[in-house]
Nanobody, 128 residues
Framework: QVQLVESGGGLVQAGGSLRLSCTFSGRTFSMYHMGWFRQAPEKEREFVGGIDWSGSSTHYTDSVKGRFTVSRDNAKNTVYLQMNRLKPDDTAVYYC?????????????????????WGQGTQVTVSS
């Protein structure tokens, strides 16, 4: 069974930066596309960004393009979300998720229902 553990959340002022990490265990990390999602209070969970199994392709939602970067280190079984120029609207619980790459040629997806495994989430709070 896959386990995902996020870390790195916290409280930061607007304009600041945070780097989230997500450690993967239980199966072969390089067989999974990885996504980052977030959920603010009383809002639906939304896609933030993702990276394909090889690390060669990334995809972001429009609101974070140019500010957030997803990367992965397959040797460390870890995916990262570097968040710069944070805004109060970025406040949410951030989740990483794993989508098995073997059942599709489509690459990383923003569809949360495509993801097979989820972490427990880490809180990010951006103060104004």
């Amino acid at each position: 069974q896959v386990q995902l553990v996020e870390s790195g959340g916290g409280l930061v002022q607007a304009g600041g930066s945070l780097r989230l990490s997500c450690t993967f265990s239980g199966r072969t990390f390089s067989m999974y596309h990885m996504g980052w999602f977030r959920q603010a209070p009383e809002k639906e969970r939304e896609f933030v960004g993702g990276i394909d199994w090889s690390g060669s392709s990334t995809h972001y939602t429009d609101s974070v393009k140019g500010r957030f970067t997803v990367s992965r280190d397959n040797a460390k079984n870890t995916v990262y979300l570097q968040m710069n120029r944070l805004k109060p609207d970025d406040t949410a619980v951030y989740y990483c998720a794993a989508d098995w790459a073997g059942d599709s040629t489509a690459g990383v997806t923003s569809n949360l229902y495509s993801y097979d495994f989820w972490g427990q989430g880490t809180q990010v709070t951006v103060s104004s």
